[in-house]
């Protein structure tokens, strides 16, 4: 079984950009987390996306969006890049309404720096 | 919103000692409670988790034990080796349940010595 993949890999962008990252799911898995790790700010929840909704977001701006297509995959979008953006996104999904499961898997992450 | 407190940010232990890193959380309401291991380069695993009805659950070297009074969880990891150095983050879920996105502690820095 496919494990969560993301893409791309690593990514630069200057101040005032945007930038869309990419999330494929466990196959079967219906919910998708976004999350970013910043150094020294350990992991954050930025967005949770289910069955192709918004079910919330974190203490983020709204410069952080995404959204969730009908296979269940995910774009991360990042308008008006900011230095503090820089980290490692992680995107996360799992299996909770088909199955009483709550265990979120996690992808390798896009590492983004922004200059 | 939710708070996670993650104790101690670095723990050094002999190889074959015990290991226990403490969480403390703020949200009452909150009933899943997963642990995650993070080596350097790599994505999170998830190593074990405990729900709020439950108060202690076992997986071979690992367990983790869940105080709903207190609002405290831990890990224990019995008989350490190397490969068990890594970053551990503890979570919780949060008052929209377990499905709703994680509360992550700031991590622990696990080290085994040889």
């Known amino acids: 079984e496919a494990g969560v993949t993301q893409s791309p890999t690593h990514l630069i962008k200057t101040r005032g950009q945007q930038v869309t990252l990419r999330c494929s799911p466990i196959s079967g898995h219906t919910s998708v987390y976004w999350y970013q790790q910043a150094l020294g700010l350990g992991l954050q929840f930025l967005l949770w996306?289910?069955?192709?909704?918004?079910?919330n977001r974190g203490n983020f701006p709204p410069r952080f969006s995404g959204r969730q297509f009908p296979n269940y995959s995910s774009e991360l979008n990042v308008n008006a890049l900011e230095l503090e953006d820089s980290a490692l996104y992680l995107c996360a999904s799992s299996l909770w309404r088909r199955v009483p499961s709550y265990e979120q898997y996690f992808g390798p992450g896009t590492r983004l720096t922004v200059t | 919103g939710e708070n996670v407190e993650q104790h101690p940010s670095t723990l050094s232990v002999q190889e074959g000692d015990s290991a226990v890193i403490k969480c403390t959380y703020s949200?009452?309401?909150?009933?899943?409670f997963p642990w995650y291991k993070q080596e350097l380069g790599k994505r999170p695993q998830l190593i074990i988790d405990i729900r709020s009805n439950v108060g202690e659950k076992k997986d071979q070297r690992i367990a983790v034990t869940l105080n709903k009074t207190a609002k405290h969880f831990s890990l224990h990891i019995t008989e350490t080796q190397p490969e068990d150095s890594a970053v551990y983050f503890c979570a919780a879920s949060g008052s929209g349940g377990g499905a709703d996105g994680l509360t992550f502690g700031k991590g622990t820095h696990l080290i085994i010595q040889p």
């Open positions: 949200d009452s309401a909150s009933n899943y």
């Open positions: 996306y289910d069955e192709g909704e918004e079910r």
